[in-house]
Every structure is written in structure tokens, then in C-alpha cells.
């Protein structure tokens, strides 16, 4: 167990050190949202936001917009301490490690090295220098993951707090579902999960239902997805190594062959997710059979597939932002963790720090050779990214082995 005490200083003193330093300098296409939304909310609550045509996130951030409103009181300092809103996901960044390292938890038996995340710049430009949320939701889906095994109750709440941020993680529903197919051996337990589920959904959306706003709010939550029709929104991933015209301009319903872009990006996403899925099927479907107990080579084999399916999701999907590639820093970190293998952490790292500065280059003074910042090049670093993954995980999860582990104690048991 990690000496605790040292654990909270340093984790505490590091976040509080950034709080006072935090960057006024901040993505201003974003921030003129925020800002527009936090003025809306002041003025007309926030139950009403979605009457803003521009509003188009799930709830959860907008009861944050609506508490930054309380904590400054008036227009004037909503405006000018918007910047100070950075705090929120810079506090989700190191969220995961205020639960894992600051607390005593059976979670993770591993030494964390949790600086090597937390001043990890990659980690936090995101949030501290953006000021964007994809920290928020991701913290939400990481817990709820690594909590699966062990506290489906938990993991079931975390879950919804993350859908109700964004609704990115909907690609994680295989993978915690196979991890609570595990960890859930009774009906009383899907019961309480569903029932926790539910509650914290109810919360959220109530406000709405009874100032008579549901309808606008069913309407955002419903169409998650088309509102940016491009086949890349500033993500430079497999679209940019293709020799074709501009992603950032081309529409994701033109057809090639005999597909869409849009159609050809969910065809390579599902049939290589559903690939990745497959050895941890077969192990949940072994374990359940056999009674086998969860190891901390399963929970390796969680982190990596989490941040495997990320990657999918961001390398061929069009309509990508360059931040939804933003969970894979904390997957693949704590992959580290378990397998004592960096590699795949630095080499991830790499081009989502790359491809966030280029989209923000007044932040860093530093020179943007385009050797190292052009787009394609980093698209290759990203597909260098996701093939070294790839043979990451089926080197050590192969879909054979499994399945016929999986059959020889269908026979045993027979």
C-alpha cells in the first residue's frame, strides 16, 4: 500500500498549485460558448438553457455552468473569471487519483506512480490550457470500469454520471457490460444497479420535466450525433493518412465505392471492437463456468481494451474531435501500471499532445516545424499508436487461446 499521507500531499499541493497559476489563455471558440451559456443560465435559469439554440450538451455541465453562476454572483464576474472554470476538469483530471491513491482501496494492489500521469502534459492540456470537459466524463467511465469487477453498484452509478456528461461512453457499454456479466451473479444486484441507474438519470432530468423542458432535453439526448457532418473536426487519424481532400472539408455522407465515409469509419470500428471483445468474452463466459476469481491480469486486460476501444472509436469514426481521443492517456497509464510496460503510454502521448497543440499553438513558445506538426504526420504517429496497441493486446489475448480454454472447461464441466 502507498505511503497515504505522501500520496495527499503531493497530489493536493500539485492541484492546488495549479489552481493559482491557472492559464487566462484559453481556446476562445469554446469559451465564447461557455461563456454565452453561463450568461443564459444567470438569466434564465438553468432548466431553460436548451432554449439557447447553441446548447447542445447532456445536463450535467450545465449544473456545473449553473454552480460556477452562484460563485460569482453577478454578469460582470461571470465574464471575467471564466477562465476560472478550468478548475472543474482539472479536478477530474486527478479525480481517479484523489479515489485510487489518496484513500485506502483494494482496487488497485499496485504501486502508482501517479506523477508520471499528473505531469504528464499531454494529461492536462486538455482541461488546464483548453479548458476543455472530455476529463469529466472520462474520469466517470474510468471508475466506473475499474470498479466493474469489484462494486457493480458503484460502477453502475459512475456509468451514469458519465452518460450524463456526454455520450462518448456509450462505447464502453460492451466492455462494462462483460465485467459486470462477471461480477453480478444475482438478480437482487441487477436490481440495485438498474435501480441506481435510474435514480441518477431521474435526478438529473428532473429539473427539466417540471419547469416543462423535457422535450427540448429528449431532443439533445437523442441526437447524440450528425450535427457536424465532416469526416474530421480537427481529429488527425486514419482520414488524414488516406490520400484524399481535406477531411476537415469533406462531407462524411459522400460515398467511396460503395459506402459512405461515415459508414466506412462504423464498418472498421465495430468489426475491430467486436475482434478486441471477443478474448474477454470468452473469459468472462470461462470464469463464470469455473468460478475462477478476477486476477490483476484481467483488470490489465480491462485497462488496455478500454483504451483500445477509445482509440478505435477516434482512429476511424469521422466526425471526430481531436480531444475524443483524450481517455486513452488514462487507460493506457494504468495498463502501464499493471504491466510495467510503458511504452505504449509515451508512444500515445505523443500524438494527442501534438495534435491538441497544433489546434492551440499560442499556448507553448515553441517553433511548429511542420515536420513534427503537420497533419499527417501526426496521423502516422497515431496509427503507429494503434497498431503497437493492437499487437499489445492480442499478443498477450489471443482470441484462439481463449476459446479453446473457454471449451476445454465446457468439456470438464460435462
Same mark, same amino acid.
Given at each position: ?25 484559453? &481556446? ?20 431553460? @438553457? ?6 447542445? $450538451? ?7 455552468? /449553473? ?15 471564466? $477562465?476560472?472554470l478550468k !478548475? ?33 502534459l499531454a ?6 490550457? /483548453? ?52 461480477s453480478v ?52 487519424? &486514419? ?21 459512405? $465515409? ?38 490489465? &486486460? ?75 504526420? @501526426? ?8 497498431? $503497437? ?9 489471443? !482470441? ?15
Amino acid at each position: 500500500m502507498q505511503d497515504l499521507k505522501k500520496s495527499r500531499i503531493e497530489i493536493g499541493m500539485l492541484f492546488l498549485l495549479l489552481v493559482m497559476i491557472v492559464p487566462r489563455l484559453s &481556446m476562445r471558440f469554446d469559451f465564447e460558448y461557455w461563456t454565452d451559456w453561463a450568461l443564459y443560465i444567470h438569466r434564465h435559469g438553468v432548466t431553460n @438553457i436548451y432554449d439557447n439554440p447553441t446548447a447542445n $450538451y447532456h445536463p450535467m455541465y450545465f449544473y456545473i455552468l /449553473w454552480i460556477y453562476d452562484l460563485l460569482q454572483g453577478s454578469e460582470h464576474y461571470i465574464r471575467e473569471n471564466i $477562465y476560472y472554470l478550468k !478548475i472543474f476538469p482539472l479536478f477530474f483530471d486527478f479525480l481517479p487519483l484523489m479515489v485510487l491513491c489518496c484513500f485506502r482501496q483494494t482496487i488497485v494492489n499496485r504501486e502508482i506512480p501517479y506523477m508520471y500521469l499528473l505531469l504528464n502534459l499531454a494529461y492536462l492540456f486538455n482541461s488546464y490550457v /483548453w479548458g476543455q470537459v472530455d476529463s469529466i466524463y472520462t474520469a466517470f467511465s474510468f471508475m466506473a470500469l475499474i470498479f466493474a469487477f469489484n462494486r457493480p453498484v458503484w460502477s453502475s452509478f459512475l456509468f451514469a454520471m458519465a452518460l450524463a456528461m456526454k455520450p462518448q461512453p456509450i462505447v464502453y457499454i460492451p466492455v462494462i457490460g462483460l465485467a459486470w456479466l462477471y461480477s453480478v451473479r444475482d438478480v437482487k444486484t441487477w436490481v440495485k444497479m438498474v435501480g441506481v441507474f435510474a435514480a441518477t438519470w431521474f435526478a438529473m432530468v428532473l429539473p427539466y420535466l417540471i419547469t416543462g423542458n423535457g422535450g427540448e432535453l429528449w431532443y439533445i439526448l437523442s441526437t447524440p450525433v450528425g450535427r457536424y457532418p465532416q469526416v474530421s473536426i480537427g481529429a488527425f487519424n &486514419m482520414w488524414y493518412v488516406l490520400p484524399m481532400a481535406d477531411p476537415y472539408h469533406t462531407p462524411d455522407f459522400a460515398k467511396f465505392l460503395f459506402l459512405t $465515409y461515415k459508414q466506412w469509419g462504423l464498418l472498421l470500428f465495430f468489426a475491430l471492437s467486436g475482434l478486441a471483445l471477443l478474448p474477454m468474452l470468452f473469459r468472462v463466459w470461462r470464469y463464470n463456468r469455473t468460478g475462477v476469481s478476477i486476477t490483476d491480469d484481467d483488470k490489465q &486486460m480491462l485497462m488496455l481494451l478500454s483504451g483500445l476501444v477509445t482509440l478505435y472509436f477516434f482512429y476511424f469514426n469521422t466526425q471526430m474531435h481531436e480531444r475524443y481521443a483524450h481517455p486513452i492517456m488514462i487507460f493506457f497509464f494504468f495498463y502501464a501500471v499493471y504491466s510495467k510496460n510503458y511504452k505504449l503510454y509515451i508512444l500515445a502521448s505523443i500524438p494527442y499532445f501534438l495534435s491538441l497543440d497544433k489546434l492551440f499553438p499560442d499556448f507553448l513558445p515553441v517553433i511548429h516545424y511542420k515536420i513534427i506538426w503537420a497533419m499527417r504526420v @501526426i496521423a502516422i504517429w497515431f496509427t503507429l499508436t494503434i497498431l $503497437y496497441a493492437t499487437w499489445e493486446y492480442f499478443r498477450q489475448y489471443k !482470441i484462439g487461446a481463449e476459446y479453446r480454454l473457454l471449451k476445454a472447461s465446457m468439456t470438464k464441466g460435462n
